[in-house]
């Protein structure tokens, strides 16, 4: 039986027993589910926007799945790295998940994971939904929770994202609060603690007013928020 890790590796999506690593695949499956539930309602080949998103995720959700279903993947992001290589059913390209270049509706469903907490702030966040509402008739959105005390992208440190800025900027230029290694330089700390502005549920139905919002919990605590709007008359995710 695979054990839970919920220690300071609790946030590492590299460790296949973090806290982290079991919320993915039990997203996973919800993902799945949901597409299935969309999928029945089209003819032909299924297409799916992720904005910001890599192969690496696909590959892990299915790529048996995407082939099995006739489901075809095109994830659009700024950067190259790892993970934005295509492979079988997914392709990559470049581009701004604040200004896309596809005409309305473009897609049967748009898919965002984790994403929305690094494009920016408020102004830029409301832009980034727009795109995301106006390219399908169905989209699924998931984002880290304000309120829960880890904050993913610096777990080692709980309730790093509630203290106060100077502190933050201290910490991280001292200490490796996630992920990344200490900073040392003071500039390059507040670009850091920067990386991701976590957002409520309630700044996250303001985004997706039209969306079913799900609360993931974990010990009865908002772990994360996922917005679903569904293109056809069922709603049985």
């Known amino acids: 039986m695979r054990t839970l890790t919920i220690r300071p590796r609790s946030g590492d999506v590299n460790d296949s027993r973090s806290l982290s690593s079991y919320f993915r695949r039990k ?5 799945r589910a949901f597409i299935l539930q969309e999928r029945r309602s089209k003819t032909g080949t299924f297409r799916i926007l992720d904005v910001g998103g890599t192969s690496i995720y696909w590959q892990r959700v299915g790529l048996d799945f995407l082939v099995q279903h006739d489901i075809e993947v095109l994830c659009v992001s700024p950067g190259a790295g790892d993970g934005r290589v295509g492979l079988p059913r997914v392709a990559v390209e470049l581009g701004d998940g604040l200004a896309l270049d596809f005409p309305d509706l473009s897609f049967d469903l748009v898919h965002s994971n984790s994403v929305i907490e690094h494009v920016g702030r408020s ?3 409301q832009r980034f939904a727009t795109e ?7 989209y699924y959105v998931q984002t880290p929770n304000f309120w829960f005390p880890f904050e993913p992208h610096f777990y080692r440190v709980p309730m790093f994202h509630w203290l106060p800025r100077p ?3 201290a910490l991280a230029r001292r ?3 996630g992920l990344h290694q200490p900073s040392g330089d003071y500039l390059n700390a ?4 920067e990386y ?3 957002l409520d549920r309630a700044l996250f139905r303001a985004l997706f007013p ?3 919002i799900l609360t993931e919990r974990f010990a009865l605590l908002p772990k994360s928020l996922i917005a679903l709007r569904a293109a056809t008359t069922h709603d049985s995710v």
């Open 27 to 31: 997203r996973d499956r919800l993902l």
């Open 123 to 125: 102004r830029e966040m």
């Open 132 to 138: 995301i509402r106006r390219l399908a008739p169905a």
């Open 167 to 169: 502190l933050r900027v």
């Open 175 to 177: 200490w490796r609060v």
């Open 190 to 193: 507040h670009l850091l603690i």
């Open 196 to 198: 991701a502005v976590l």
């Open 210 to 212: 039209d969306a079913r």
